[in-house]
């Protein structure tokens, strides 16, 4: 616990008054930032269930609504409103939900360049919006005084952060090997001219080398032949 | 469109999605990691009385330490010996004094120079005022004058005049001088506000460690309380002027001062009576209570305590319930935790303004406590309850229970008690949980003052090596630091280690025995647990078992070499070489 308590000791922090006590442990990330790992990490799950990464970005009305969840983390976020531990969950959820529903998506179009193997339909919307009012049931009854879910919520937690980290990783190299492949590129272009005029130079030089003693040597023949047939 | 202007614009909006959503989890996670709670200056570090290990209720020594919590440094401000006592210190709340009590040792057992009795003196500079500026507080000279020296407040003000005729209508009134004392945390500054005569004995002497004064919320005024026979009365002084009054009569050590700075609260304990006197003398409330809250309830506790919007008075109850009276209808309204038995050691948080309290341990309760006691916080509007973290107790010694307080700011617990250490024997220790950690620190040594210095320090090799005794066997290593020997040994078939020293005092080698491995680190690393001299190592071992008190009176007297005879032949061990 101590190592996971030292991950999130960079990412969190780690106020203890403001941190869910779950069945007598402490979680080792504050109210607010439980919520957004464990969004995160719910809302991975969801997506991999439903193969939500293969498709293209949400349609337009999920996307407003993940926006208008990302705008409303300032008011929160910075203490504007704070109303209390369950609406620090609530935004956190609400947050993180926003974030890992735009980018596992963008991340895997972008890997793909541009390519996706479906597009969102009515029922994959349908079942974006029961999960959505899930989540936002979750302060309701969270946290269950359960050394289970504790447990469970650090999962949730760490995939959550392994997601972004996963998604991060997968851009990166995706760009890495564009950019090797843009250098490699542009090295060929710069390469070819001289390339080309060597290339050209030897045809050229052994063409004419060949031919000239080909030239030669039909006229050795022609003169043997001559000879011969004179 | 084609597909792949299809695909370019898919991979242009996927981009703004990416950077988006990370941007905003980047920034956020900054917000989070850049802005960690603030810890208050009376939450970083503690100021504590501490007496020395084993003498039980009659202490021979008091000294009030300054410990820093994040840094381990820990800064003498006070100390007594002999029959001086010092109370309990207050913080106060911008962080900058500490107040105590502090009754000088009697001229007869005085060991130290004593300052001038009956007058207000300092020591150091004052920061940030001139000593011409000072006002001149002289304690009164005439007896009567000294024992009621306040200005009347109280109402009514006939209850002040009755208290002091029950006093000065008897001849053999057993009086002494009690200072109030304040004090820079880094003990550079040092002023008696107030010498003042109490009414008591020596048994009242005593009982000024479970005591401590109080500060008005704008630190201008200390509030203190004077004992008058079974009594006291609650008065207070006005650090700039030096003018006292008197407020209230109360049975509570510790007056409990409204956030507003208006009111003081303190209890009447053979009227179950709160009383809410304000400061300037203009009212006075009774509120007669069925509490008994003053019953099997250790005196230290601070057994009222205000909302902190300064409406309500909290008094925990003899079945530790939270009353809160409301001093403007008198009405009562009740705080219980639903799920815990007991509210044990409460305090309102500097920061969130709720109530921070222990479950899982009843005061008074008898018996063994129990082994896990969380903090919780109590929401005094909503009184919705949570739990903020558990910890499990450490095994204590059979001599003492333990006292816990809240950190102001409601994050820290402290235990004071006495433990095992790993040899079984008890220590006094300090038990810090922030629900992350526990850190345990030990006292006992800050009362030391080390015997010898670094250069003292000799390494002999041929101390290393397997030794047999009577009933015992002793291997002696090197230690992994410099001049220092890994020490094992087995007595009944059990085995223990101890780091040690190997020092040269005045023409004699003693050996430094830390038992526990830890404490050879710098502020410790010269006051080992157990001395014994090294009598002699070749052909055999000879150790003798020296007390830390004897050892320090031998160095004293001892003008330039120490004669075997001043140490006496007592307590000699005596080792071979095991083959």
């Known amino acids: ?141 969270c946290p269950a005084q359960s050394v289970w879910f504790y447990y469970a919520g650090l999962l949730f937690m760490l995939v959550g952060l392994l997601c972004v980290a996963f998604c991060v990783s997968v851009v990166t190299v995706f760009l890495i090997k564009k950019l090797l492949m843009s250098v490699m590129s542009s090295a060929k272009l710069q390469v070819r001219p001289i390339l080309l005029k060597k290339i ?3 045809i050229f030089f052994n063409n004419y080398l060949s031919g000239y003693d080909t030239i030669r040597c039909h006229r050795k023949e022609k003169i043997k032949k001559r000879f011969f047939l004179f | 469109m084609n597909t792949q202007e299809n695909k370019t614009v898919g991979c242009r909006k996927a981009w703004i999605a990416f950077v988006a959503a990370s941007s905003c989890l980047l920034i956020y996670v900054m917000a989070c990691v850049m802005s960690p709670a ?126 002091e005729e029950q006093v000065k209508d008897k001849n053999d009134v057993e009086t002494f001088d009690v200072k109030l004392v304040t004090a820079t945390p880094d003990g550079k500054y040092k002023e008696t506000l107030q010498v003042m005569k109490w009414v008591g004995g020596d048994d009242d002497r005593k009982s000024m460690v479970c005591m401590r004064p109080t500060w008005s919320p704008d630190c201008k005024r200390l509030f203190y309380v004077r004992a008058i026979k079974d009594e006291s009365y609650t008065a207070s002084i006005d650090i700039a002027t030096g003018t006292t009054y008197a407020h209230l009569l109360g049975s509570v050590a510790t007056p409990a001062v409204s956030p507003d700075g208006k009111w003081v609260a303190s209890y009447l304990e053979d009227d179950d009576t709160l009383v809410a006197s304000r400061i300037d003398g203009s009212v006075c409330k009774y509120f007669k209570l069925d509490l008994e809250i003053g019953d099997d309830r250790p005196p230290m506790l601070d057994i009222t305590f205000w909302s902190r919007d300064s409406r309500k008075i909290l008094v925990v109850d003899k079945d530790s319930v939270l009353h809160g009276i409301d001093i403007a209808s008198g009405q009562t309204e009740l705080y219980k935790d639903p799920d815990a038995n007991s509210i044990a050691y409460p305090v309102i ?4 303004k709720r109530l921070y309290y222990l479950v899982g341990f009843r005061t008074g309760e008898e018996g063994p406590p129990p082994q896990t006691i969380s903090l919780k916080r109590m929401d005094l509007q909503g009184k919705g309850t949570r739990t903020i973290f558990t910890f499990r107790m450490p095994e204590l010694s059979d001599e003492g229970g333990g006292v816990f307080s809240i950190s102001p700011n409601g994050k820290i617990v402290l235990l004071r008690a006495i433990i095992k250490d790993e040899s079984g024997e008890g ?110 190592i070749e052909p055999k071992l000879l150790l003798q078992t020296i007390e830390y008190d004897k050892l320090a009176e031998v160095l004293e007297k001892a003008a330039e070499s120490i004669r075997p005879e001043d140490i006496g032949a007592e307590n000699i061990a005596e080792f071979e070489r095991a083959k």
């Open chain 1, 1 to 141: 616990m101590s190592v996971i308590a030292y991950l999130f000791s960079f990412l969190c922090s780690q106020d203890a008054s403001r941190s869910f006590a779950v069945a007598g442990h402490l979680l080792p990330v504050c109210q607010r930032c439980a919520g957004l790992y464990m969004g995160m990490g719910v809302t991975f799950v969801y997506l991999l269930l439903k193969r939500g990464y293969r498709k293209n970005l949400p349609p337009r009305s999920i996307v407003y609504v993940n926006v208008a969840c990302l705008l409303a983390m300032p008011i929160f976020g910075f203490h504007l409103l704070d109303p209390g531990p369950a609406w620090r969950l609530w935004s956190g959820l609400v947050y993180g939900n926003a974030i890992v529903s735009l980018l596992v998506p963008a991340a895997s179009i972008i890997s793909n360049e541009g390519g996706k193997t479906g597009c969102h339909t009515e029922p994959s919307t349908t079942s974006f919006w029961i999960f959505f009012a899930f989540l936002n049931s979750v302060p309701l009854w």
């Open chain 1, 200 to 202: 050209s130079f030897m």
């Open chain 2, 38 to 163: 603030g810890w208050s200056p009376d939450s970083s570090k503690i100021a504590i009385l501490v007496t020395p290990p084993g003498e039980g209720d009659n202490p021979k020594e008091f000294a009030i330490f300054v410990y820093d919590t994040a840094t381990g440094a820990r800064t003498l401000l006070d100390e007594v010996k002999a029959d001086g006592v010092l109370s309990a210190p207050a913080w106060s709340p911008d962080g900058k004094w500490i107040a105590y009590y502090k009754v000088e040792p009697s001229p007869s057992e005085q060991v130290g120079p004593s300052s001038e009795p009956n007058a207000a003196v300092s020591i150091g500079e004052r920061p940030g005022n001139t000593p011409e500026d000072k006002p001149d507080r002289s304690a009164p000279s005439t007896p009567a004058e000294q024992l009621f020296s306040e200005e009347n407040q109280m109402l009514p003000s006939f209850m002040f005049e009755l208290a």
């Open chain 2, 349 to 352: 948080s500097s920061t969130d």
């Open chain 2, 427 to 536: 220590k006094s220790a300090l038990i810090f949980w922030d629900g992350k950690t526990q850190k345990i620190v030990k006292t006992d040594r800050w009362l030391l003052k080390p015997l010898y210095g670094d250069s003292n320090l000799i390494f002999e090799e041929k101390l290393i090596g397997k030794w047999r005794g009577e009933d015992s066997r002793i291997t002696i290593a090197k230690g992994t630091q410099e001049k220092t020997y890994k020490l094992t040994w087995v007595e009944e078939d059990k085995e223990h280690h101890a780091v040690a020293n190997l020092i040269r005092l005045k023409g004699v080698t003693f050996l430094g025995v830390f038992l526990d491995e830890s404490l050879v680190e710098p502020g410790s690393h010269l006051l080992p647990d157990v001395f014994m001299r090294v009598a002699q």
